[in-house]
C-alpha cells in the first residue's frame, strides 16, 4: 500500500533534469579516475618515502602518473612536479622567477664586471585576461615593490595578446612572461608558441638574464593538443579539475633546477625532490595519471565531439535567437577552444545572472567561477576584448563537455527560449 501511495505521489511529481554545461570551471570525474582514486585509498596508504611494500606501492603509482602526465604534456617525467592544484603552480612560476633574479642580481653585485640587467627590480610581463591565479599574485609583487609588472591588453579585435604587444614590453630587467594558452571565459587561443620563438630569439642575443617562459595551460589541456617542448615554455601549468580529473594539479618544468630555476615556497620532508616538499598525495596523484592517461588516449575523440557539440549550439541558438544573439567568444583570426561558448542575448532585462537564475534546467556561469561573487558586474575579461558593457552585462558562458549530447543543446536552447520569453513578458 505504501509503496502504490509512493508511485501516485512521483507520478504527480516533475522531476527536473538539470543540463551541466559548465566544463570551464570544473568537471566530473572519469569512472576510470574514481577507480584509480579508490584503489589507491584501499592498496597505496602507505607513506612513498617508506622502505616496505605498502610505501613501494604508493611510489610506484606515483612514479607511474608521473609518467602520464608527462607524457600528456609532451615532456619527461622528471620535469613534472605534483602540486596542490593550479593556483599553487602558478604562484611557484612567479615566486621563483623573482627569486630568479635577486639571486642573479646578487651574482652581479659580487662581480662587479656582470652586467646581466638584474639592477633594480625584477620585471614580468603578463597579459590583462589572466587567471586570478596569475593576475592576483603579480598585482601582489607589484603592490609589495617586489616587481614590476606589465599586464598587456589584448587586442580588442582579436581577444588575444599580440606577440609584438608582449615584445615591446620587454626591458633589460624583464624576467618572466607568463600568457595563458587558452582563457577560460572566451576560450581564445593565445600565440603562447610565436611568443616563445620570439623571446628564445631574444634571449640569445641578451647579456641580461634569460627571459623565463611560462603559460598557464588550464583550459587548454583535455581540449586541444598541448606539448611543451613544440610550445618552448620553460615553465607549463596542469590544472587536473578541468579534464576530468580530482582536484590536484602539476607543474611542467622544462629541466627542473637544472636548465630550469624552480625555488620551492615550501621546506619540508624533500618530497618532490625538494622543489614541492610534502607527503605525497597519492590517491589524488593516481587520479591525476589515469585522467592523463585517458586525455593521451582520447585526446581527438574528445575534440572532435565536444566541438561538433559546441558549433550545433551555436547553431541552435542563432535559430530560436536570430540577431538577439552575440557571440562573445567569436573573433576574426583567433583560434578558439572547442567546447567554449561565450553568449550574450541581447535585451534590457538578460542579464547573464537573471537569465542563469531562472533557467530551469540549465547550469552555466556568466564568466570565471572565482568572479561569481563579483556581484552581477559584467566581466572584466570580456570588457578587455573588446566586448560593449550592456552586451558583456548579458554574457552567458556555455561550456560542454565529452558527454554533452544535441539532446541536452535542444533542451538548454529551449530551456533559454522559455526563460527569455518569461524575462521579457515581466518586465
Ligand atoms: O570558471 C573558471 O573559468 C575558472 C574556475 Se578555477
Given at each position: ?28 570525474l ?8 579508490t584503489?589507491?585509498l584501499?592498496?597505496?596508504w ?26 600528456m ?51 614580468i ?14 598585482e601582489h ?29 620587454v ?6 612572461i607568463s600568457?595563458?594558452?587558452a ?43 598541448v606539448?611543451?617542448c613544440e610550445?618552448g ?5 596542469i590544472?587536473g ?9 602539476a ?6 633546477g637544472a636548465r ?9 620532508g624533500g ?6 616538499p610534502g ?7 593516481a ?102 558593457t ?24 529551449e ?13
Amino acid at each position: 500500500e505504501l509503496l502504490e501511495t509512493v508511485a501516485k505521489e512521483l507520478n504527480n511529481v516533475n522531476v527536473i533534469i538539470k543540463i551541466y554545461m559548465d566544463y570551464n570551471a570544473t568537471t566530473p570525474l572519469e569512472p576510470e579516475v574514481i577507480q584509480a582514486i579508490t584503489e589507491a585509498l584501499r592498496d597505496a596508504w602507505g607513506n612513498p618515502s617508506s622502505n616496505y611494500i605498502a610505501g613501494a606501492k604508493a611510489k610506484a603509482i606515483i612514479s607511474r602518473s608521473r609518467e602520464n602526465v608527462a607524457r600528456m604534456v609532451g615532456g619527461k617525467a622528471e620535469d613534472i612536479i605534483f602540486t596542490s592544484g593550479g593556483t599553487e603552480a602558478n604562484n611557484l612560476v612567479l615566486q621563483t622567477a623573482v627569486e630568479y633574479f635577486r639571486r642573479n642580481q646578487r651574482a652581479a653585485e659580487r662581480d662587479e664586471g656582470n652586467h646581466n640587467g638584474c639592477t633594480g627590480l625584477p620585471h614580468i610581463i603578463t597579459s590583462n585576461v589572466e587567471h586570478d591565479s596569475v593576475k592576483l599574485p603579480a598585482e601582489h609583487l607589484q603592490r609589495d615593490g617586489k616587481a614590476e609588472v606589465t599586464f598587456v591588453p589584448v587586442s580588442k579585435v582579436t581577444a588575444c595578446v599580440e606577440v609584438e604587444d608582449i615584445i615591446a614590453a620587454v626591458r633589460p630587467n624583464t624576467c618572466l612572461i607568463s600568457v595563458m594558452l587558452a582563457n577560460n571565459e572566451t576560450g581564445v587561443i593565445m600565440p603562447v608558441q610565436e611568443i616563445c620563438q620570439r623571446i628564445k630569439s631574444l634571449n640569445k642575443q641578451r647579456e641580461q638574464l634569460r627571459i623565463l617562459l611560462h603559460t598557464d595551460a588550464a583550459q587548454a589541456l583535455g581540449k586541444i593538443r598541448v606539448d611543451a617542448c613544440e610550445l618552448g615554455v620553460d615553465y607549463l601549468t596542469i590544472v587536473g579539475h578541468k579534464f576530468y580529473a580530482p582536484r590536484i594539479g602539476a607543474l611542467y618544468v622544462n629541466g627542473p633546477g637544472a636548465r630550469t630555476p624552480l625555488c620551492p615556497m615550501l621546506f619540508g620532508g624533500g618530497q618532490e625532490r625538494n622543489f614541492r616538499p610534502g607527503t605525497e598525495n597519492t590517491p589524488m596523484i593516481a587520479g591525476l595519471g589515469k585522467a592523463a592517461e585517458l586525455v593521451t588516449s582520447n585526446l581527438p575523440d574528445y575534440e572532435s565531439h565536444m566541438r561538433s557539440t559546441k558549433l550545433y549550439l551555436e547553431k541552435r541558438l542563432k535559430a530560436v535567437f536570430k540577431d538577439k544573439i552575440h557571440f562573445n567568444s567569436h573573433y576574426p583570426s583567433s583560434d578558439i577552444l572547442p567546447n567554449t561558448c561565450n553568449v550574450s542575448i541581447l535585451g534590457p532585462t538578460l542579464q547573464g545572472w537573471r537569465v542563469l537564475s531562472s533557467c530551469t534546467r540549465l547550469l552555466a556561469s556568466v564568466g570565471a567561477a572565482c568572479h561569481s561573487d563579483s556581484e552581477n558586474r559584467p566581466s572584466h575579461i570580456l570588457l578587455s576584448c573588446g566586448v560593449p558593457t550592456e552586451v558583456a552585462g548579458n554574457a552567458l558562458r556555455l561550456s560542454v563537455g565529452r558527454g554533452t549530447t544535441k539532446e541536452d543543446v535542444d533542451a538548454v536552447v529551449e530551456d533559454l527560449r522559455k526563460t527569455v520569453q518569461l524575462l521579457e513578458e515581466i518586465n
